[in-house]
């Protein structure tokens, strides 16, 4: 029987498979290709209309090409981005087209043979044309596996993955035992990447021996990490690599039914989604006797509506059965009475990613990268004052150096790093002498900061560390559920405090309550978000001590960017007569010109926004900020 | 947030019963479809007015403070109805740190409304957004569906003048009315 059964779902999927294969060949093979990059970031950059620009050149002039749209690669920095693969070149890489750049490429590479290099990243491939990504700095450190299809395949296209490898992985597993699955990914370290860092391969275990049916398995797609946003790229990209790792994970359990649980604000992530369950259950990957095999799966779209506490799993499972998200108590664990009472699995998109590759290349190969105990990639979302912002995917255990400074290019405009935020509003900041710990979910912690989901933004001189210790506990004090009183008060206390220290009315005894208080919300929280609601604060206090007492001492914000410690000053020397530039642009009309035509700032209308300092020709650079306002001369 | 008295007719309002009415057929009587059921019924009256929290809580039979208590819980969820232009103004970390507030701070002044109102014509609402993962265009503000990059107080005014709406006499009619 078990022989039989083997050689059914061999061939039913080789059937998928061949199918998907010819389709592609025939509307890709010998013929160029465009793909436009159209995630949500690069459709905010514009590249909606240069995908129609495309599609409107290519038919205008009734060529034979293709136009795909495709997810997001990554380089964020310079969206919108397209690939052009023509036979005889390799596929090539363009930033920051536009529709006026797209119909020049059309006309002169796709038609013509110049390959533009004037609007050219790189190639995808080492060649000896054009320089290919491999020779920039940052190859060293990068290796794609998860990322490695966003970006490359059309997502809205179930054959396009099934073509270059997917759902394969599903076929194998289903030859194996479930037991044989768990033993593989325990073997291969797998550790949740949704930040704890549980070891994955034990929570199925937990899961698969717990008693009660139905069991589920649940994909947190609530990624509410402001500074994150790879879960997004990857749902938007290669929704399909989720899946494919669910089933397996819902096979390797014995679930029966999986939740994907997005978050509503990701609109185009939850429509790929949607579609991409459509397509699999129409080949009869979900659904059914899957692949012919005696196992029966099925998958579930649910929306989330915006709170972040949900990302905790009992918060999310209270609101998959339509209650407010609020924490529970563990245990029991979600692994043993979980969505209704049922055993109930939560993972990370990026955990249910990995899954595919670790049974198609083996528990081995996953311990080959990385370091011991956080085998494996990280992915980080580069944002803030860097250089080449987007998402990136290193081994563990690459520094935060290799990463800020060769991956994303350093600080822009000449600045100063000052700090890296790491694993949002429950990590912390990391200063510059920290930046040689390797990444890995034990350094981070012991750093003060964590994992988290991977959301990194750097920040520079002109960043005040108090007022981002303020901004992280304004977030968490409005996100918290209010179970807990020692959330749901102390972190509006805490609040309060910075809020004062950002406005010079803070004390040091305040400075002291405040250092008290936080290791009590850290003690007193049940879930996560309380207990690592103080991290922005313990690491700042850590690391920029000397900034907190410069507010408090002297009202004085050293980076300039508190604002109710500083003040806009025009210098009276260096204000050009003939020019109004500050003037025309105040959107209060707080500046005038006095009788010799030197522009004054009128600070009880000034509302501090800043846009005559960025409208001041920069031959004159006459506006400058004071801190303490009192800085600024009397009349 | 608390539910403002709202100025709807009682033609609105039985409107509104009969479109929360058609949308719960098609749901089970059950209280995971609690959510579901929200965002339908948001997703066609662009709000959640006091009747259609009522009838949900009918149709599944469970105290209107759940309907109530769940609405209030999660930021999707509007309790007042909104304007023609949605402005959504990303505070996210790097939005943040790139002068995010700064910007609200224009929004705000400019429509005279603070986050989660509308403006009394009903032509634009406000509201803040966690991170719309948009994060290297920052700072983001969504305007219509529709993410904007680099939106400062200048560019809020150029967005607003795009829409034909005269901000500079609504600024003086504020101000003399103050």
Redesign the interface.
């Known amino acids: 029987m078990k022989a039989t059964e083997e050689t059914t779902i061999a061939a039913v999927f080789r059937e998928i498979k061949e199918r998907a294969e010819s389709l592609w060949r025939e509307r890709l093979d010998n013929k160029p290709v465009i793909m436009v990059g159209a995630a ?2 690069g ?3 514009g590249a909606l209309d240069v995908l129609q620009a495309f599609r409107d050149e290519v038919k205008k002039r009734n060529l034979d090409c293709p136009v795909i749209e495709v997810g997001c690669m990554g380089h ?2 310079a ?1 919108p981005i397209v690939i052009i693969s023509k036979p005889g070149y390799p596929p090539i890489c363009y930033g920051y087209v536009n529709p006026v750049i797209a119909e020049r490429l059309v006309k002169e590479f796709v038609l013509g043979d110049n390959p533009c290099p004037e609007f050219v990243i790189g190639a995808l491939e080492a060649n000896d044309m054009l320089p290919s990504f491999d020779d920039f700095p940052r190859a060293q450190h990068e290796r794609k596996i998860i990322l490695k299809n966003c970006g490359h395949i059309d997502p809205t296209e179930i054959e396009h993955y099934i073509a270059g490898g997917g759902y394969a992985a599903l076929a194998e597993a289903l030859e194996k035992t479930p037991d044989e699955i768990i033993g593989e990914v325990t073997r291969s370290g797998l550790r949740g990447r949704g930040g704890a860092g549980f070891p994955a391969g034990r929570k199925w275990q937990f899961c698969r021996e717990a008693s009660g049916t139905p069991k589920y398995i649940v994909c947190n797609a609530d ?7 790879m879960d ?2 990857i749902l938007e990209s290669d929704p399909h690599s989720v899946i494919e790792g669910m089933i397996i994970a819902g096979y390797a359990i014995g679930a029966r039914y999986g939740y994907i649980y997005v978050r ?4 185009l992530a939850v429509q790929r989604v949607e579609n991409a369950l459509k397509q699999a259950k129409k080949l009869k990957l979900t659904g059914s006797h899957i692949l012919g095999s005696d196992f029966n799966f099925d998958i579930i779209l ?2 989330g ?4 506490v949900c990302g905790e799993e009992t918060a999310l499972i209270a ?7 609020m924490p529970r108590h563990r245990p029991p664990y979600p692994a043993t009475s979980g969505l209704y009472g049922k055993p109930t699995i939560v993972n990370n998109v990026k955990t249910l990613a990995y899954v595919r590759h670790i049974i198609s290349q083996g528990a081995d190969w996953f311990r080959g990268i990385g370091i011991k105990n956080s085998p494996g990639t990280a992915v980080f ?1 580069l ?3 860097i250089v080449n ?2 998402l990136v995917e290193v081994p563990m255990g690459t520094t935060l150096r290799q990463i800020i400074f060769e991956v994303g290019s350093g600080i822009p405009r000449g600045r100063k790093f000052k700090a890296v ?1 790491i694993g ?1 509003p429950s990590g912390g900041c990391l200063p510059e002498s920290a930046l040689d710990l390797p990444v890995d979910f034990d350094s981070l912690q012991e750093g003060g900061a964590m994992m988290g989901s991977g ?1 990194m ?1 750097v ?1 520079d001189e002109d ?1 005040c560390m108090v007022e ?1 210790a303020r ?2 506990l304004e ?1 968490t004090q409005r ?1 918290s ?1 209010g179970k807990c009183t020692f959330c749901r008060l102390g972190t509006r206390q805490m609040l309060e405090i910075l809020t004062d220290f950002t406005q010079g009315k803070g004390t040091m005894e305040d400075l002291d309550n405040l250092e008290k208080l936080a290791g009590e919300v850290r003690a007193g929280s049940l879930c996560r978000l309380g207990q690592t609601a103080p991290n922005p604060i313990l690491t700042t206090l850590r690391y920029f001590r000397d900034e907190y007492e410069e507010h408090i001492k002297l009202g004085r914000c050293p980076a300039l960017m508190c ?1 109710h410690l500083i003040a806009y000053y025009i210098l009276p020397d260096k204000c050009e007569r003939s020019c109004d530039a500050c003037v025309g ?1 105040c ?2 009309e707080a500046i005038t010109p006095d009788k010799k035509r030197i522009k004054v700032i009128d600070q009880e209308k000034c ?5 005559c300092l ?1 409208a001041c020709p920069p031959q004159y650079n006459a506006v400058v900020k004071l801190s303490p306002p009192s800085e600024v001369p009397d009349k | 947030m608390t539910a403002k008295k709202q100025d709807t007719s009682s033609e609105e309002q039985e409107q509104h019963k009969q479109d929360t009415k058609h949308i719960l057929k098609g749901f089970g009587r ?7 059921i ?2 339908k019924v948001q997703g066609k009256l662009g709000y959640l007015p006091r009747e259609a929290m009522m009838e949900i809580a009918e149709y599944l039979n469970i105290p209107a403070i759940d309907v109530y ?2 609405v209030t ?5 509007r309790l007042n109805p909104p304007g023609k232009h949605s402005i959504r103004v990303c ?9 995010g507030y ?1 910007t609200l ?2 929004w705000k ?1 400019r429509l005279g409304i603070n986050p989660r109102e509308t403006t009394e014509d009903r032509e634009f609402d406000l509201d803040t ?10 700072p ?1 503000t969504v305007v219509d ?5 680099g939106v ?3 560019r ?2 150029g967005i607003l003048l795009a829409f034909g709406y005269d901000y500079e006499t609504k600024d003086k009619e504020k101000s003399e009315s103050d």
Request: net charge negative; hydrophobic share 35%.
């Open positions: 949500t970031c459709r905010a950059a964020c920095y969206e990624e509410g990490d402001p500074g994150a946003f997004r790229s509503a604000e990701y609109p649910f929306q509506s915006g709170a972040f609101s998959l059965e339509g209650r407010a998200g979302a944002a803030g004052k912002t987007g935020q949002g959301g933004v920040l960043d981002i901004y992280f977030f996100e559920c604002l642009t959107t209060v509302v501090k926004c800043g846009t960025t | 059950k209280r995971l479809n609690l959510i579901p929200l965002q208590g769940v819980f999660y930021n999707q969820f505070l996210g970390t790097a939005c943040h740190m790139k002068g700064i701070d224009a002044r957004v966690a991170c719309v993962g948009c994060c290297t265009m920052a983001v569906e529709k993410p904007e990059g400062e107080p200048t809020v005014d």
